[in-house]
């Protein structure tokens, strides 16, 4: 397998910029997902690699293999690069049978009838096709589709895999069942993939790496632990999953904390920083957040009623009023608090997020 590499790569539709100067590496055999709303601009990235779009600026390398570049004046055709691609509609051929479709870019390359049926029957095993070789590709579930889709992309051995949003039709549960699948496939298979996605589950889930897009820019990369953790503003926070935002003022720093003053009270942060503004956002996730009947903890404690409690299975959801702030958080214990109790609210220090001002 090879690294996928992407240098100031940029790409315009008449006067509207799609991609703006994105660069990112996708390493050997890793998985990266561009993830961002419609219009983004990552399915145009994604699509530029695979060579249906021609970018105006930029590099784009498949390891020592350069595919585009605008100052060598080099676009290798589709065709020819080593790449499999997973469509978001899929793209089965309705008039050929499982066998027919996954073989075709075998028949492209007019490799031999052996080899063709001994590297489609491999790869219809790998994805769990046995027995479906000959029906017809429109008497096939949704999720048989994806697979064959799949199946199709990886038989001629690429050097990497590009996928657009291939779960975006399945079902709620049937997604769930995939992205299992797709992640022991590409374990087993190693390939060095670029996902694309607007599903924060699908990318936290799947990915070693994260690049989050926004209006054709890539404007954070990095591990899901990273990015979820530590966003890098507030739209990426949002975005990302539930979190509790608030305004705060700094009222001073002492060493590796932060102390600020919220609607709530004070609040003292853990932060890497010497130089943070006057005024400032904070985030911290609903999970990170503790609730108890008694005052357990000296700092970071703040009174307060609970105005709701939903029941998600695995946690319970509670919204908890403090003076004039509300507090989303997720517990797996059962507090054995009621809507209208009176409670505490505990936010680690080390769990809360300055946001750049």
Same mark, same amino acid.
């Given at each position: 397998?090879? #690294?996928?590499?992407?240098?100031?790569?940029?790409?315009?539709?008449?006067?509207?910029?799609?991609?703006?100067?994105?660069?990112?590496?996708?390493?050997? =055999?890793?998985?990266?997902?561009?993830?961002?709303?419609? =219009?983004?601009?990552?399915?145009?990235?994604?699509?530029?690699?695979?060579?249906?779009?021609?970018?105006?600026?930029?590099?784009?390398?498949?390891?020592?293999?350069?595919?585009?570049? $605008?100052?060598?004046?080099?676009?290798?055709?589709?065709?020819?690069?080593?790449? =499999?691609?997973?469509?978001?509609?899929?793209? *089965?051929?309705?008039?050929?049978?499982?066998?027919?479709?996954?073989?075709?870019?075998?028949?492209?390359?007019?490799?031999?009838?052996?080899? *063709?049926? $001994?590297?489609?029957?491999?790869? /219809? !095993?790998?994805?769990?096709?046995?027995?479906?070789?000959?029906?017809?590709?429109?008497?096939?579930?949704? =999720?048989?589709?994806?697979?064959?889709?799949?199946?199709?992309?990886?038989?001629?051995?690429?050097?990497?895999?590009?996928?657009?949003?291939?779960?975006?039709?399945?079902?709620?549960?049937?997604?769930?069942?995939?992205?299992?699948?797709?992640?022991?496939?590409?374990?087993?298979?190693? *390939?060095?993939? @670029?996902?694309?996605?607007? !599903?924060?589950?699908?990318?936290?889930?799947?990915?070693?790496?994260?690049?989050?897009?926004?209006?054709?820019?890539?404007?954070?990369?990095?591990?899901?632990?990273?990015?979820?953790?530590?966003?890098?503003?507030?739209? /990426?926070?949002?975005?990302?999953?539930?979190?509790?935002?608030?305004?705060?003022? @700094?009222?001073?720093?002492?060493?590796?904390?932060?102390?600020? #003053?919220?609607?709530?009270?004070?609040?003292?942060?853990?932060? $890497?920083?010497?130089?943070?503004?006057?005024? @400032?956002? *904070?985030?911290?996730?609903?999970?990170?957040?503790?609730?108890?009947?008694?005052?357990?903890? !000296?700092?970071?404690?703040?009174?307060?009623?609970?105005?709701?409690?939903?029941?998600?299975?695995?946690? $319970? #959801?509670?919204?908890?009023?403090?003076? !004039?702030?509300?507090?989303?958080?997720?517990?797996?214990?059962?507090?054995?608090?009621?809507?209208?109790?009176?409670?505490?609210?505990?936010?680690?220090?080390?769990?809360?997020?300055?946001?750049?001002?």
């Amino acid at each position: 397998m090879v #690294e996928l590499f992407v240098k100031s790569l940029s790409k315009s539709y008449g006067e509207v910029s799609a991609v703006k100067d994105v660069s990112f590496t996708v390493e050997d =055999g890793s998985v990266m997902t561009l993830l961002g709303p419609s =219009g983004c601009g990552k399915t145009t990235t994604l699509r530029c690699i695979a060579g249906l779009e021609k970018p105006e600026s930029g590099l784009i390398k498949g390891g020592e293999k350069i595919l585009f570049s $605008s100052e060598e004046q080099k676009l290798v055709p589709a065709e020819k690069r080593s790449v =499999g691609m997973v469509f978001q509609s899929y793209a *089965i051929w309705p008039h050929m049978s499982v066998f027919k479709n996954i073989a075709y870019p075998l028949k492209i390359r007019k490799e031999k009838d052996s080899e *063709i049926k $001994s590297k489609v029957s491999k790869v /219809i !095993d790998m994805v769990q096709l046995e027995g479906l070789e000959n029906r017809p590709a429109t008497a096939l579930s949704g =999720g048989q589709q994806q697979r064959v889709a799949f199946a199709r992309a990886i038989v001629a051995e690429p050097d990497f895999l590009l996928l657009d949003e291939p779960m975006s039709n399945l079902d709620a549960r049937l997604r769930e069942t995939m992205r299992h699948e797709l992640r022991r496939l590409q374990k087993n298979l190693k *390939i060095t993939t @670029l996902y694309v996605t607007h !599903d924060r589950v699908e990318a936290l889930f799947l990915s070693h790496k994260i690049g989050i897009m926004d209006k054709g820019e890539l404007v954070q990369a990095g591990t899901p632990r990273e990015i979820y953790s530590n966003p890098k503003n507030s739209n /990426i926070a949002t975005f990302l999953g539930q979190t509790n935002m608030m305004d705060a003022d @700094l009222v001073g720093i002492d060493g590796a904390e932060a102390k600020l #003053e919220t609607k709530m009270g004070g609040l003292f942060v853990k932060t $890497s920083t010497g130089e943070l503004s006057k005024k @400032l956002t *904070i985030c911290i996730r609903p999970e990170t957040v503790l609730i108890t009947k008694e005052k357990a903890y !000296d700092r970071n404690t703040f009174p307060g009623t609970v105005v709701s409690i939903a029941y998600f299975g695995d946690y $319970s #959801e509670y919204e908890v009023r403090c003076q !004039d702030t509300t507090v989303k958080l997720h517990s797996s214990e059962d507090v054995k608090l009621q809507e209208h109790d009176q409670a505490w609210v505990y936010l680690p220090s080390n769990k809360i997020t300055i946001l750049p001002s």
